[in-house]
């Protein structure tokens, strides 16, 4: 394996290596960086995120531009604000020993006139977003006519994202004979065309395949009876209470339909294709921004213009056509380092679509069953346990206190803290209580790497980390087998919610975990870990056989979401979805929070 020292890097890149730890370059570090050095051409790279393509065009660039010229030399695309500032920082880091070096970043929602002037010191590389970079260009505020190299970066992004003609536009004002470094995750039509319309004979360079999705995304799928569908989106968002998810259908009208039944149903829901206004578009997005919409449900096209980094949840209510259509569509979530979960919904006549996915993108789905409506409590009723105890309190409630203490003068903390929680409990309680399982039996089906067919004899948890503390259901497996010094296969059915999860091991370990996190610390807090009342459902043994058959009530429920009791009402003023009727939301259930 080659060293950074064989690669042709200077001394003072070779020094900066040395202090940021890198030991080995990664695969495209060594397919680009001897190529980028020794000659001047095009070169288009895929790789996909996380393999340290920011070095791979970085050390090239800065070993070649002259560090003693002012002159704007180099220009990185980027589609992001987030990974504007994030390659800024590794250039710097990675020049550091290069005296005399700018680099200045240029991205939209800052000042532009702090920009400028920045620019005006003399910035030898400028790393930009299209929009940002193409009204600066327009203003005569920076001046990239002499530009030897430019970089783009993320172009499959940069291309979801609509700035095609931005690109355009900001190269047209470049020198015709400068080399361009094209990087992309994938392939797509768009990227080829730009590869064919603006490089000249680039070299290519892959590693590994074209379409792999990224790492920190798990995928996972749930099987239903085609005509559940729905209920089972209503599940999968109930089993996740900071849901921030995109929900994907095929057609406009689908997409339509699916949201006003959401809103309807009292979620925070909102509809973006192709068949609103451009004002309409831009509202809905600002309020999923805003986090006011919880649930945005899309087509794939009007989804392309999203540029949210923490969306936690990808469901494709419906399987698009083409694989790299869910790359893309997995790709909305696990963005900026987080973690997320792309979802799928799937009729059992589609199943080996799953296993064709499986194959292209290198990646396992777990095989999950909709959660029952208890497993569905549960969740709720701890994801308001722990919200409560994060809370922050409101002093301005100080001056009710007084008859507050006085109607709970003989009430026991004990019995209060029931009554409390029994408000939400009970809602949630009644709406599913007898409510059918929507879980399909499956013969064969895998199981990923969350659970394992368990006999019944075995101890489900409840745990007060999630993926607010950067676990997926991957590392926090990882984490408990280790701190647990249990078996590859002793920790299962592990299921990461944004501030808590759960997992099940052996009935004959309980005893040993509790002991253990009895008095366990992470992070400097307290680690509360407890017998959970639910098995946690995968291949768990009761489970209704015949299709469609309901458990107890024979009704069908499930039409309306549990409402909140009147006295919970929406804050004036701040009610997000009006109805197509002009009046509100004809639910009563206050929007959540937004999260931060
Ligand atoms: P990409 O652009 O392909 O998503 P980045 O360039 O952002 O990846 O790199 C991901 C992380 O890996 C960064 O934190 C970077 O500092 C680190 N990194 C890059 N190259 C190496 C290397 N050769 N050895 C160790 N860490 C590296
Ligand atoms: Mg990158």
Redesign the pocket.
């Known amino acids: 394996m080659d060293t950074?020292q064989q690669l042709g890097l200077n001394e003072d890149l070779l020094n900066a290596?040395s202090d940021?730890?890198?030991?080995?370059?990664?695969e495209?570090?060594q397919k680009a960086i001897p190529v980028l050095i020794q000659e001047e051409r095009d070169l288009v790279a895929l790789?996909?995120?996380?393999?340290?393509?920011?070095?791979?065009f970085?050390f090239p660039m800065l070993q070649k531009i002259d560090i003693n010229s002012r002159t704007t030399q180099g220009l990185i695309l980027s589609p992001t604000r987030e990974l504007c500032l994030?390659?800024t920082n590794?250039l710097k880091?990675y020049g550091k020993y290069c005296k005399g070096l700018n680099v200045v970043a240029i991205y939209g929602g800052a000042s532009v006139t702090e920009q400028a002037s920045q620019i005006k010191k003399g910035a030898q590389i400028v790393v930009a977003t299209p929009g940002r970079m193409k009204d600066m260009i327009s203003r005569n505020l920076v001046d990239i006519s002499k530009i030897q190299y430019s970089v783009l970066?993320?172009a499959d992004e940069m291309l979801n994202m609509g700035f095609y003609e931005d690109i355009t536009d900001i190269l047209s004002h470049t020198p015709i004979d400068k080399s361009t470094w094209l990087?992309s995750a994938t392939m797509p039509k768009e990227v080829a065309t730009i590869a064919q319309n603006f490089m000249h004979n680039p070299i290519e360079i892959t590693v590994g395949n074209k379409n792999e999705s990224t790492s920190n995304v798990s995928h996972e799928y749930y099987l239903v009876n085609g005509r559940d569908r729905y209920l089972g989106l209503k599940r999968l968002a109930d089993a996740n209470p900071d849901i921030f998810s995109v929900v994907f259908c095929r057609t406009k009208r689908d997409t339509q339909k699916i949201a006003e039944k959401l809103i309807e149903d009292g979620y925070n829901a909102g509809a973006l294709h192709g068949d609103l206004s451009q004002n309409q578009r831009d509202l809905v997005m600002k309020s999923f921004r805003n986090k006011q919409i919880q649930m945005l449900v899309a087509t794939d096209v009007a989804a392309r213009g999203i540029d949210v980094d923490d969306i936690t949840h990808v469901i494709n209510y419906q399987l698009p056509d083409e694989i790299e259509t869910y790359t893309h569509r997995s790709g909305r979530t696990g963005r900026a380092g987080k973690t997320g979960v792309s979802m799928v919904i799937v009729a059992k006549s589609e199943e080996r679509k799953i296993k064709s996915i499986e194959r292209i993108i290198k990646r396992q789905f777990e095989k999950k069953d909709i959660p029952s409506g208890m497993e569905i409590c549960e969740v709720q009723l701890m994801s308001l346990a722990n919200k409560i105890h994060n809370t922050k309190i409101n002093h301005e409630i100080d001056k009710y206190l007084d008859s507050i203490n006085e109607l709970f003068e003989d009430t026991q903390k004990e019995e209060l803290i029931k009554k409390f929680f029994s408000v939400e409990f009970t809602r949630f309680f009644n709406y599913y209580k007898g409510s059918k399982d929507l879980a399909v039996s499956d013969s064969g089906g895998s199981n990923g790497g969350g659970g394992r067919d368990s006999s019944g004899n075995d101890t489900r948890y409840f745990i007060n980390i999630g993926r607010k503390d950067g676990y997926d259901w991957m590392s926090l497996k990882d984490f408990l087998k280790e701190t647990l010094e249990l078996g590859r296969d002793d920790v299962f059915k592990v299921d990461v919610k944004d501030s808590f999860s759960f997992f099940n091991t052996e009935k004959e370990n309980e005893e040993k975990v509790l002991a253990f996190f009895k008095d366990f610390k992470y992070n400097g807090r307290y680690v509360n870990v407890e017998v959970s009342e639910n098995k946690g459902r995968s291949g768990g043994g009761k489970r209704d056989k015949g299709r469609g058959k309901r458990k107890g009530n024979d009704k069908p429920r499930e039409e309306k979401r549990p409402r909140r009791s009147k006295d919970f009402g929406r804050p004036e003023g701040k009610r997000s979805d009006k109805s197509k009727k002009g009046k509100y939301s004809t639910s009563d259930r206050p929007r959540r929070s937004r999260r931060k």
Do not use: R
């Not at 790789?47 to 791979?56: D, F, L, N």
């Open positions: 950074f290596i940021l730890g890198f030991e080995t370059p990664s495209i570090q790789a996909q995120t996380g393999t340290g393509k920011t070095a791979a970085g994030q390659i590794e880091l970066d993320e990087f």
